[in-house]
């Protein structure tokens, strides 16, 4: 079976997003400093606590992120959609809630016609989210 694990690379804060969508969606969280790694060497002081490789482990999906300055200007919340598909309303509202908060709610969650449930977000860091319930044909 096949997974999609999305990459979102941040500007110095990748320790703050990633600490927050563990709060927001529970799971492992792992994260790698550049000065514990080879490249401590190579990378400023200041660059020696930025994280060099994060990952968030939760019970459907993985979330790997990481700090950079090597890859040009970035912009975000534009290079990365997250996409959660859910089984339940209740789980779908409640995470809804939590990843709004702070952040601007594009479309509320709603009714669609296509028999499920719906809804967009950008959360506080720039990070545009999708939410999807779909129901079962005839539910």
Known sequence: ???LSPYIFFNG??????SFYQRCLGGELDLQRFGDSPAAAHM????QDRIMHGTLTTHGFIIMAADTGRLGELTPGNQ???S??????????DIFARLSEGGTVVDP????????KFGMLTDQF???WLFNLQRPAGE
């Open 109 to 116: 969650l709603a009714e669609m016609f296509w028999g499920g």
């Open 1 to 3: 079976m096949m997974h």
């Open 80 to 82: 990365v959609r997250m």
């Open 126 to 128: 720039g990070i545009h």
């Open 13 to 18: 804060n990748c320790r703050e997003v990633l």
């Open 44 to 47: 400023p002081a200041e660059a």
């Open 84 to 93: 959660l598909h859910f089984d339940n309303d209740v789980e779908i509202e």
